[in-house]
């Protein structure tokens, strides 16, 4: 895949800004549809994307330097919003359910939903992470329906074990802010059990029929700390996943960092 330039962008895209998949005012995405993403063939990858910012700040408006190299290459992409400050089961039904309208919907979107890269910074790669590898697991409370497919996984900096350790991060830290939202991850008070937690971290279900996983960390995130990593990566594919892990790096990767990320990313999405 050759890289398009601005104008190329405009002209080759229809852009569709906050269209609704549910009733809450925060259920908004924007959808750029391609003119050219049907000439990919088997790679004509629709990629949906959702911001960080512990599931409780930021916009989609806030990391779309995340969505600009796929859009750079001619590929259909959702950019999406989802509910703040409801936790994270709220939060991770939200992704849930924009693939369900999409699906609802496509006559009018005319996505391929055969291959779905779901994708996110932080919170929202978190919440990419459990839905692609939970949809062959009928015990996730939040299914999708018939005829998605999600085809890979694109993880930059999200949790995928250890949300017990996070939630204490985030609750016992100085900025009031932060302890805010790690209040707010779980709706029983004080720290949730280890066993609720378990059904949103995306070990619990990781087996060798999911998706592809393309995960970037970064040794000094002091978010997502690198040890929350560690019995979840030895678990993946060496042969069809790919792991990126930078030790000097922290939780929001550089522009440098994410340039350079991008090239491993598009090697992996070449594979699939």
Do not use: C
Request: hydrophobic share 40%; charged share 20%; glycine share 6%.
């Amino acid at each position: 895949m050759s890289d398009k330039s601005t104008e190329q962008i405009a002209a080759t895209y229809t852009i569709i800004k906050d269209v609704a998949y549910g009733t809450d005012a925060e259920q908004a995405m924007d959808i750029y549809l391609s003119k050219d993403a049907k000439s990919y063939g088997k790679h004509n990858y629709t990629v949906v994307f959702l911001h960080g910012g512990a599931y409780y700040v930021s916009d989609k408006s806030a990391e779309e330097r995340y969505i600009e190299p796929y859009l750079k290459k001619g590929l259909n992409v959702i950019n999406m919003n989802y509910r703040l400050k409801k936790g994270i089961p709220t939060a991770t039904s939200d992704l849930t359910n924009a693939l369900n309208f999409l699906k609802a919907n496509n006559k009018t979107y005319n996505l391929n939903l055969d291959a779905i890269i779901v994708t996110g910074f932080s919170a929202g790669a978190h919440m990419a992470t459990i839905v692609g590898v939970s949809q062959n697991n009928p015990e996730f409370p939040h299914p999708l329906h018939e005829g998605i497919t999600i085809a890979g996984i694109i993880n930059f900096a999200g949790p995928v074990d250890g949300l017990d350790v996070i939630e204490k991060i985030f609750v016992d830290h100085d900025n009031e802010l932060w302890s805010k939202a790690g209040k707010a991850l779980f709706a029983s008070e004080g720290y949730e059990l280890k066993e609720r937690i378990a059904i949103y971290e995306p070990i619990t279900y990781l087996d060798s029929s999911d998706p592809p996983i393309f995960l970037w960390h970064g040794g000094n995130d002091n978010q997502i700390p690198p040890e929350t990593f560690k019995n979840f990566v030895p678990k993946l594919n060496r042969t069809k996943d790919m792991v990126v892990f930078l030790p000097n790096a922290y939780h929001s990767p550089s522009a440098e960092e994410l340039k350079n990320a991008y090239v491993d990313l598009f090697r992996f999405l070449d594979q699939l």
